[in-house]
């Protein structure tokens, strides 16, 4: 099982970028997959999650400027980042789970993350 996030980098404040989470060694279809971050000096955090038909959560902190989506086919779960922040500068992991939900407990595989830095 492997899941490798990309899409990662510098950017200014009020870009955008979108991370890719690309998975293998499981049914895509079937799992749900989350997106996390870990700011520095602090703890990790879910961002936004997807289960494996269709429902999303965002936390406050991004809604309305996150977008969650799913392509099965490509076995590849995207993060649509808009209106980028400087608080939105962490490394952004993806994970899959079966449940749904941003508890970091239930996610069986992690990626090993990409930076997003927010700065100008």
């Known amino acids: 099982v492997q899941l490798v996030e990309s899409g990662g980098g510098l950017v200014q404040p009020g870009g955008s970028l979108r991370l890719s989470c690309t998975t293998s060694g499981f049914i895509l279809d079937s799992e749900g997959i989350g997106w996390f971050r870990q700011a520095p000096g602090k703890e990790r955090e879910g961002v936004s999650c997807?289960?494996?038909?269709?429902?999303?959560y965002y936390t406050d902190s991004v809604k309305g400027r996150f977008t969650i989506s799913r392509d099965n086919a490509k076995n590849t779960v995207y993060l649509q980042m808009n209106s980028l922040k400087p608080e939105d500068t962490a490394v952004y992991y993806c994970?899959?789970?079966?449940?749904?939900?941003?508890?970091?407990?239930?996610?069986?595989?992690w990626g090993q993350g990409t930076q997003i830095t927010v700065s100008s």
């Open positions: 997807i289960s494996n038909d269709d429902q999303t």
């Open positions: 994970a899959a789970t079966l449940r749904f939900g941003v508890r970091q407990d239930e996610y069986d595989y």
